[in-house]
């Protein structure tokens, strides 16, 4: 594979951003891209699509992020017991994440951890703003793929009631966030 210079992410725009050539091998996400991401921004959901300098106009990669609740039944006693009383908590939904095909299984460029980088900047920036629990994400698997994994490497957690539900804390985005020298204090 050539070089390859990656453009910092940006929200969706179908003028230029070609969605119909995108395949990461799953149909729902692929089908997602094509057909209804244009149709949820701004509204529901906000697409954000990793494109590359040597054909600016092709996805490499992309994530969705939109605001949802986490039920307290989700969580381990210990913050249960804390946050209980409210019955749910505020959080920021990455409702999904895909890697273009020809860039998957690639570990030097790390399309997917870009992706999931720059979803938590996005959810940590917004949650100095708007509280925010944390990231939450419904693990999307397929009869090939099953990404559970890599979201344990970057410290989510399973939910305790909701099958392929799991979370990331805004402590723990944030300690990520500064390791990396992202952010700051």
Request: one cysteine or more; aromatic letters at 8%.
């Amino acid at each position: 594979m050539q070089e390859i210079t990656f453009i910092p992410t940006e929200v969706l725009d179908s003028r230029r951003h070609n969605r119909e050539k995108f395949s990461c091998g799953v149909e729902q996400l692929d089908v997602f891209l094509q057909q209804k991401a244009r149709k949820e921004t701004p509204n529901l959901s906000l697409t954000f699509v990793l494109t590359y300098k040597e054909e600016p106009g092709d996805i490499a990669g992309y994530y969705t992020l939109s605001a949802t609740k986490l039920a307290a039944d989700d969580l381990p006693e210990l913050l249960k017991k804390k946050i209980g009383k409210y019955g749910a908590v505020p959080a920021t939904l990455l409702g999904r994440l895909a890697t273009a095909q020809k860039f998957q299984r690639n570990k030097k460029l790390r399309v997917g951890e870009i992706l999931l980088i720059d979803a938590m900047l996005r959810t940590h920036a917004a949650a100095q703003n708007v509280a925010s629990f944390g990231l939450i994400i419904d693990v999307l698997k397929s009869e090939n793929i099953d990404p559970t994994g890599f979201y344990l490497k970057y410290g989510f957690i399973k939910c305790t009631q909701t099958d392929n539900r799991m979370y990331l804390p805004i402590g723990t985005i944030e300690e990520i966030l500064k390791k990396s020298g992202l952010i700051t204090d």
